[in-house]
C-alpha cells in the first residue's frame, strides 16, 4: 500500500530524457561537468535524465550520499556499463554485489593492512625518488603522462612484482586494456574494446606464470599478488585463481589511473599557490630529511595532510560515482524514485556545496584544520573515494603513496608551469588537464 501510494503522490524529479535510446547521453559525454552544472542550476540538486540507454536519477549533495551509502545493496545495486564489465571480469570486486561482494572485500582488504601499507613504504619511496631524479635531468617534461608511469610502475611493483622499466610491452599492453574501460562494447580487430579484450587475455596470461611462481616459492612475495594468493576468511577458504586474476587486474587500473590525476592536481595547485607550497615546506623542515617515511611520519605531517584533502575536494579523479540499480522503488527529496531506474551521486558538485565549505572555489587547506574542519560538519561532505560499503578498497594505499610523493617533492624540488599550454580540465575517464601539464623542473638550492 505504501509503495502505491508513493507512486501515486510523489512527482518524478524534474528534468528530461532526451531522445530515444541515446537520451542525453551525447550532450553528457561532450562535457558532463558543464552538463551537470547547467541542470543543477536549472532544476536544483535532484534531477532525472536518460544516460547511457538508461532513465536515470542524479542526486547531489551530503544527503544524498549519506541516502545512497545507507541503502547499499538494500534498495541499490551496483550496475557498470557492459565494457567495464567485461574487461573488468566476473569475479572482479568492481562488479560484485551483495553479499559476494561483502565477503570478498574483506579477504581483498587483507592486502591493505597497515602491516602491509609500511612494507610498501620502502618501495614506493625508491620508486619516487628514482623518478624524481629522472625528472630533474629531463628539466623540462608533460608531468601527466610522467606520472602516469611513475603510479604505474608502483602498482605493478606492488601489486605483481614486476618492474615496467624492464618491461616496455607491459605498459604498452596495460594502456591499450584500460582505454577500453569506458568503450562501446562492439568486438571487431581494429575497435578499442576488441584491442582491450585482446589486451586483457594478455595480461591474465601475464598474471598465470607469476602466479605459478608464486606457488612454488609462496613465503618469498611480499607484493599484493602473494597476499591474496595466501589470503584466507575466517573459514579457512581461499580465493580462487580467478579471483585473485580477476581482482588484481582490476586494482592496477584503480591504483594507477586515480592516483595519477589526484598527483597531478596537486602539483598543479601548488604551482598555482605558491604560499601553500610554502606552508607545507615550513612543515617539511621539522622532520629528518635523512629518515626513510614510514606511515607514522606522514601521518604527523598534519598541514599535508590538509594539502591532500583540498586537493581531493576541489579536483577529484572521479567526478562522479559508478551507477546503482534502484532495486525497491524509494523517496528522496521529496520525490518518487522509480523501481529499475538507476541512481548516481554526483563527487564534483557535492564537494562545491556552499552550504558546506566557505568560498569552495578557493583553494584553502585551513579549512581542514583542526578549528574549522569544514568536512566535519555533515557526514559523506567528503567523498573522494566514494563512501559506505563500497568505499575505495585501496584508499589507505592510496593516501600513503600520495604523502609520501607529496613529501618528497616539497621538500626537494621546484617546479613552474611553462606558458603557452591549455589547462582546461578534463573529467573523462579521469580528471586531468588537456595539455598533459608542461612543467620547468629543478632540484632546490638549500
Given at each position: 500500500?505504501?509503495?502505491?501510494?508513493?507512486?501515486?503522490?510523489?512527482?518524478?524529479?524534474?528534468?528530461?530524457?532526451?531522445?530515444?535510446?541515446?537520451?542525453?547521453?551525447?550532450?553528457?559525454?561532450?562535457?558532463?561537468?558543464?552538463?551537470?552544472?547547467?541542470?543543477?542550476?536549472?532544476?536544483?540538486?535532484?534531477?532525472?535524465?536518460?544516460?547511457?540507454?538508461?532513465?536515470?536519477?542524479?542526486?547531489?549533495?551530503?544527503?544524498?550520499?549519506?541516502?545512497?551509502?545507507?541503502?547499499?545493496?538494500?534498495?541499490?545495486?551496483?550496475?557498470?556499463?557492459?565494457?567495464?564489465?567485461?574487461?573488468?571480469?566476473?569475479n572482479s570486486i568492481g562488479v560484485k554485489t551483495g553479499?559476494?561482494?561483502?565477503?570478498?572485500?574483506?579477504?581483498?582488504?587483507?592486502?591493505?593492512?597497515?602491516?602491509?601499507?609500511?612494507?610498501?613504504?620502502?618501495?614506493?619511496?625508491?620508486?619516487?625518488?628514482?623518478?624524481l631524479h629522472q625528472w630533474e635531468c629531463m628539466k623540462?617534461?608533460?608531468?601527466?603522462?610522467?606520472?602516469?608511469?611513475?603510479?604505474?610502475?608502483?602498482?605493478?611493483?606492488?601489486?605483481?612484482?614486476?618492474?615496467?622499466?624492464?618491461?616496455?610491452?607491459?605498459?604498452?599492453?596495460?594502456?591499450?586494456?584500460?582505454?577500453?574501460?569506458?568503450?562501446?562494447?562492439?568486438?571487431?580487430?581494429?575497435?578499442?574494446?576488441?584491442?582491450?579484450?585482446?589486451?586483457?587475455?594478455?595480461?591474465?596470461?601475464?598474471?598465470?606464470?607469476?602466479?605459478?611462481?608464486?606457488?612454488?616459492?609462496?613465503?618469498?612475495?611480499?607484493?599484493?599478488?602473494?597476499?591474496?594468493?595466501?589470503?584466507?576468511?575466517?573459514?579457512?577458504?581461499?580465493?580462487?585463481?580467478?579471483?585473485?586474476?580477476?581482482?588484481?587486474?582490476?586494482?592496477?587500473?584503480?591504483?594507477?589511473?586515480?592516483?595519477?590525476?589526484?598527483?597531478?592536481?596537486?602539483?598543479?595547485?601548488?604551482?598555482?599557490?605558491?604560499?601553500?607550497?610554502?606552508?607545507?615546506?615550513?612543515?617539511?623542515?621539522?622532520?629528518?630529511?635523512?629518515?626513510?617515511?614510514?606511515?607514522?611520519?606522514?601521518?604527523?605531517?598534519?598541514?599535508?595532510?590538509?594539502?591532500?584533502?583540498?586537493?581531493?575536494?576541489?579536483?577529484?579523479?572521479?567526478?562522479?560515482?559508478?551507477?546503482?540499480?534502484?532495486?525497491?522503488?524509494?523517496?528522496?527529496?521529496?520525490?518518487?524514485?522509480?523501481?529499475?531506474?538507476?541512481?548516481?551521486?554526483?563527487?564534483?558538485?557535492?564537494?562545491?556545496?556552499?552550504?558546506?565549505?566557505?568560498?569552495?572555489?578557493?583553494?584553502?587547506?585551513?579549512?581542514?584544520?583542526?578549528?574549522?574542519?569544514?568536512?566535519?560538519?555533515?557526514?559523506?561532505?567528503?567523498?573522494?573515494?566514494?563512501?559506505?560499503?563500497?568505499?575505495?578498497?585501496?584508499?589507505?594505499?592510496?593516501?600513503?603513496?600520495?604523502?609520501?610523493?607529496?613529501?618528497?617533492?616539497?621538500?626537494?624540488?621546484?617546479?613552474?608551469?611553462?606558458?603557452?599550454?591549455?589547462?582546461?580540465?578534463?573529467?573523462?575517464?579521469?580528471?586531468?588537464?588537456?595539455?598533459?601539464?608542461?612543467?620547468?623542473?629543478?632540484?632546490?638550492?638549500?
Open positions: 500500500m505504501a509503495s502505491l501510494l508513493t507512486q501515486q503522490t510523489l512527482p518524478l524529479p524534474p528534468g528530461r530524457l532526451g531522445l530515444p535510446i541515446i537520451g542525453e547521453s551525447i550532450n553528457y559525454l561532450r562535457d558532463p561537468a558543464r552538463f551537470i552544472r547547467q541542470r543543477q542550476k536549472q532544476y536544483g540538486t535532484i534531477f532525472k535524465t536518460h544516460l547511457f540507454g538508461r532513465p536515470t536519477i542524479v542526486l547531489i549533495g551530503a544527503d544524498a550520499a549519506r541516502f545512497l551509502f545507507t541503502n547499499e545493496s538494500q534498495r541499490f545495486e551496483m550496475t557498470n556499463i557492459t565494457s567495464f564489465e567485461v574487461l573488468l571480469g566476473a553479499n559476494a561482494h561483502q565477503t570478498l572485500r574483506k579477504q581483498l582488504l587483507q592486502a591493505f593492512v597497515p602491516r602491509a601499507l609500511t612494507e610498501y613504504a620502502i618501495t614506493m619511496e625508491d620508486l619516487t625518488r628514482r623518478y623540462t617534461l608533460t608531468w601527466y603522462p610522467e606520472l602516469k608511469k611513475y603510479t604505474l610502475d608502483i602498482a605493478c611493483k606492488l601489486f605483481v612484482g614486476l618492474d615496467t622499466a624492464s618491461d616496455e610491452n607491459l605498459e604498452k599492453v596495460y594502456e591499450a586494456w584500460s582505454d577500453g574501460l569506458l568503450s562501446i562494447p562492439i568486438r571487431f580487430p581494429l575497435s578499442k574494446f576488441g584491442r582491450a579484450v585482446r589486451a586483457r587475455e594478455q595480461l591474465l596470461a601475464r598474471i598465470d606464470e607469476l602466479i605459478v611462481q608464486r606457488q612454488k616459492q609462496p613465503a618469498v612475495y611480499r607484493d599484493v599478488l602473494g597476499i591474496l594468493l595466501q589470503a584466507q576468511d575466517e573459514d579457512g577458504n581461499r580465493l580462487s585463481i580467478e579471483d585473485v586474476k580477476d581482482n588484481v587486474l582490476a586494482m592496477l587500473v584503480a591504483g594507477h589511473e586515480t592516483l595519477t590525476s589526484a598527483l597531478t592536481s596537486l602539483c598543479l595547485l601548488l604551482a598555482q599557490h605558491p604560499e601553500v607550497l610554502q606552508a607545507a615546506r615550513l612543515e617539511q623542515a621539522q622532520f629528518v630529511q635523512t629518515q626513510l617515511l614510514t606511515p607514522e611520519h606522514l601521518k604527523q605531517m598534519t598541514y599535508l595532510e590538509q594539502v591532500l584533502k583540498e586537493v581531493l575536494r576541489m579536483l577529484p579523479p572521479v567526478v562522479r560515482s559508478g551507477s546503482r540499480k534502484v532495486l525497491e522503488e524509494s523517496e528522496f527529496g521529496g520525490y518518487h524514485i522509480p523501481r529499475n531506474w538507476d541512481v548516481f551521486y554526483q563527487i564534483q558538485e557535492t564537494h562545491q556545496d556552499l552550504n558546506l565549505y566557505a568560498q569552495p572555489e578557493r583553494f584553502d587547506p585551513q579549512r581542514f584544520a583542526c578549528e574549522r574542519t569544514q568536512d566535519k560538519q555533515k557526514v559523506f561532505s567528503h567523498i573522494p573515494f566514494g563512501g559506505g560499503i563500497r568505499e575505495c578498497l585501496g584508499k589507505e594505499f592510496a593516501r600513503l603513496e600520495m604523502r609520501l610523493f607529496a613529501a618528497l617533492l616539497i621538500r626537494d624540488y621546484e617546479w613552474e608551469i611553462l606558458p603557452g599550454q591549455n589547462l582546461e580540465r578534463l573529467v573523462l575517464p579521469f580528471s586531468r588537464p588537456r595539455d598533459g601539464f608542461k612543467v620547468k623542473f629543478w632540484r632546490r638550492e638549500d
